[in-house]
């Protein structure tokens, strides 16, 4: 049986790959990166992502030679999960079926929109030093309006999914963020968004994502911003102390080698 090893931390993005692994059932065991600590730029990291970012996998022993297969970016991930370990495409398609394509489209949806888009309204909403509403204002309307698509979308599919009849990574990748929305400031309403609500709760409801949320650590931020919404303030507080400084370093870091 092949063994993951996921290098990862409670985000969206390291959400999507612990949620596959779980609807998979594949033996992973997880090394959880402190963003605080900048584990994310340690040399061994780097050896497996050289762009320091999380979610990164090693495919251990996978290698021709019985080394570690290193695979970075989570829509990557995901696709070679399910190339490999998903032959009886339980969250997939046939490789070059038409719904295979449409899940590809729908991953660089959100790898190239909704991710970008709603991770810069995190930004500006939660860690920038100073308010700038101009800045607030444009990645929550993008963000909005990126739902806005999927919602269309689902409320055409006969299946309640984003691709053909089932549930797939597409679903998957898109849930991660649009499960923290309200961290952007944007959170979804049945009003706004019917279909997109109606998604996401069934969604919530599978075993897999409620185990994959809870890696690396239990996923508690939604229910207390739930319960009272001033209670998350000192975790962003916290938050953008280390994504500042993050940001400092390697603008020096960029600055030293002009």
Same mark, same amino acid.
């Given at each position: ?9 409670g985000t #969206? $993005?390291?959400?999507k ?30 050896a497996?992502? #050289? ?15 019985g *080394? $570690? ?11 070679y ?8 495409h ?12 449409? !899940?590809?489209?729908?991953?660089f ?12 309204? $995190? ?21 909005? &309006? ?5 919602d269309? &979308?689902?409320? /055409?599919? *006969? ?6 009849d ?7 990748? $898109?849930?991660?963020? /649009?499960?923290?929305?309200?961290w952007?400031?944007?959170? #979804? ?9 109606k998604? !996401?709760?069934?969604?919530?409801? &599978?075993?897999?994502?409620? %185990?994959?949320?809870? !890696? ?9 911003? &739930?319960?009272? #919404? ?10 953008? %102390?280390w ?5 400092? @370093?390697?603008? @020096? ?6």
């Open positions: 049986m092949p063994e993951i090893h996921l290098l990862t931390a #969206p $993005n390291g959400h790959i612990s949620i596959l692994l779980e609807e998979l059932g594949l033996k992973y065991r997880t090394t959880a990166i402190s963003f605080e600590k900048k584990d994310q730029k340690t040399a061994s990291f780097l497996i992502n #050289p762009n320091g970012r999380i979610p990164a996998i090693e495919d251990v022993g996978a290698g021709a030679d *080394s $570690n297969v290193p695979v970075f970016e989570s829509g990557a991930i995901m696709l999960l399910c190339g490999k370990y998903d032959p009886d339980k969250v997939s398609f046939p490789h070059d079926s038409p719904e295979y394509w449409e !899940v590809v489209q729908w991953l949806f959100m790898n190239a929109g909704l991710g970008p888009m709603q991770g810069q309204a $995190n930004h500006f909403h939660r860690y920038a030093p100073e308010k700038i509403p101009y800045a607030i204002d444009r990645y929550q309307s993008e963000t909005r &309006r990126l739902y806005s698509v999927l269309g &979308r689902l409320g /055409v599919q *006969s299946s309640g999914w984003l691709v053909g089932r549930y797939s990574i597409a679903d998957m990748a $898109n849930f991660c963020w /649009v499960n923290m929305g309200f952007a400031g944007v959170d #979804p309403t049945p009003e706004e968004f019917p279909h997109l609500c998604w !996401v709760e069934r969604i919530e409801e &599978r075993q897999a994502t409620k %185990k994959g949320l809870d !890696v690396p650590t239990p996923f508690t931020l939604k229910q207390k911003y &739930r319960d009272n #919404p001033q209670s998350v303030e000192d975790h962003a507080k916290q938050a953008s %102390k994504i500042l400084q993050g940001q400092k @370093d390697d603008q @020096d870091k960029i600055k030293s080698k002009a």
